[in-house]
C-alpha cells in the first residue's frame, strides 16, 4: 500500500510541476495563501519546488523499490533496504546526467526551462544531495522498523 501511495504522490508533484513549469510553481503564493507561513518567509528568490520533487523521490519511491526487492528478487529485509537505497541514488544520478545531456543539445533557455536549474551551477549536485536525504531518511526508516518487528517475533509476541 506504501508503495502505490509514494507513486501517486510522486506523480502528483510531477502533475504541478507540468502544468506550471517546475521553475514557477507557485508554492510560495499558495503557502501565504491557506496560512502556513506570513509573506515574509520566503527570502530566497528561487523557486524550490524542484528541489521539493527530488526530495520525495527518496521519499516517496523508496517504499516501491523495497517492494520490488522484497517480493520480485526476495532479498532479506537488510538486503533490500540496502538495494532500494542504491535504487535511489543510481536513478538519480542517471537523471541528473540525462539533464546534463539535455543541455548540451538543447539552447540554453531551453534547457533551463526544462531543467529549472535556475543559474545555480552546483543544481545536479543539490538535487541528488536531497534525493540521498530522502532516501536516507526512509533507509532508516525501514531499518528501525525491520529491527522492531524481529525484537517483537522473537519476544513472542
Same mark, same amino acid.
Given at each position: 500500500?506504501?508503495?502505490?501511495?509514494?507513486?501517486?504522490?510522486?506523480?502528483?508533484?510531477?502533475?504541478?510541476?507540468?502544468?506550471?513549469?517546475?521553475?514557477?510553481?507557485?508554492?510560495?503564493? =499558495?503557502?501565504?495563501?491557506?496560512?502556513?507561513?506570513?509573506?515574509?518567509?520566503?527570502?530566497?528568490?528561487?523557486?524550490?519546488?524542484?528541489? %521539493?520533487?527530488?526530495?520525495?523521490?527518496?521519499?516517496?519511491?523508496?517504499?516501491?523499490?523495497?517492494?520490488?526487492?522484497?517480493?520480485?528478487?526476495?532479498?532479506?529485509?537488510?538486503?533490500?533496504?540496502?538495494?532500494? =537505497?542504491?535504487?535511489?541514488?543510481?536513478?538519480?544520478?542517471?537523471?541528473?546526467?540525462?539533464? =546534463?545531456?539535455?543541455?548540451?543539445?538543447?539552447?540554453?533557455?531551453?534547457?533551463?526551462?526544462?531543467?529549472?536549474?535556475?543559474?545555480?551551477? =552546483?543544481?545536479?549536485?543539490?538535487?541528488?544531495?536531497?534525493?540521498?536525504?530522502?532516501?536516507?531518511?526512509?533507509?532508516?526508516?525501514? %531499518?528501525?522498523?525491520?529491527?522492531?518487528?524481529?525484537?517483537?517475533?522473537?519476544?513472542?509476541?
Amino acid at each position: 500500500m506504501s508503495a502505490f501511495v509514494g507513486i501517486v504522490l510522486f506523480t502528483l508533484l510531477h502533475v504541478i510541476g507540468a502544468r506550471y513549469i517546475y521553475s514557477y510553481v507557485p508554492y510560495k503564493e =499558495w503557502c501565504t495563501a491557506i496560512g502556513i507561513v506570513d509573506a515574509d518567509f520566503f527570502q530566497d528568490p528561487r523557486n524550490h519546488f524542484d528541489r %521539493l520533487v527530488h526530495l520525495s523521490f527518496g521519499i516517496t519511491l523508496f517504499p516501491f523499490f523495497l517492494y520490488l526487492c522484497r517480493n520480485l528478487f526476495h532479498q532479506k529485509p537488510l538486503t533490500a533496504v540496502l538495494m532500494a =537505497w542504491l535504487m535511489i541514488q543510481t536513478g538519480s544520478m542517471i537523471y541528473e546526467l540525462f539533464e =546534463w545531456t539535455l543541455t548540451i543539445v538543447m539552447t540554453s533557455e531551453e534547457a533551463d526551462y526544462y531543467n529549472g536549474q535556475q543559474g545555480d551551477i =552546483w543544481d545536479a549536485q543539490k538535487d541528488m544531495a536531497l534525493a540521498m536525504l530522502g532516501s536516507t531518511i526512509m533507509l532508516v526508516y525501514y %531499518l528501525v522498523k525491520f529491527k522492531l518487528q524481529t525484537k517483537h517475533l522473537t519476544n513472542g509476541f
